[in-house]
């Protein structure tokens, strides 16, 4: 498996979220951590995707 790495426009694209509802979320550990690359906040494609399905099992059983 290839681990992808996202930059914070791709997370934004991917979630449908805003940049500051992504950094508030992850503050507060509603959102997977970011992880630094020389002055880059990147984030693993499957930490996201991951998120994304327990938001979506989320509405499901409600």
């Known amino acids: ?3 992808k790495r996202l930059k ?4 934004c ?3 449908k979220l ?4 992504i950094y508030d979320r ?3 550990g509603e959102f997977p951590q970011s992880h630094k690359d020389g002055h880059l906040s990147l984030w693993w494609h499957h ?3 991951a998120y994304l399905a ?3 099992a989320q509405q499901q059983s409600a």
């Open 8 to 11: 914070i426009n791709d997370v």
């Open 18 to 21: 805003s940049r500051t509802t």
């Open 47 to 49: 930490e996201v995707q």
């Open 1 to 3: 498996m290839e681990l």
């Open 54 to 56: 327990g938001k979506l």
């Open 26 to 28: 992850m503050r507060v």
């Open 13 to 15: 694209e991917m979630t």
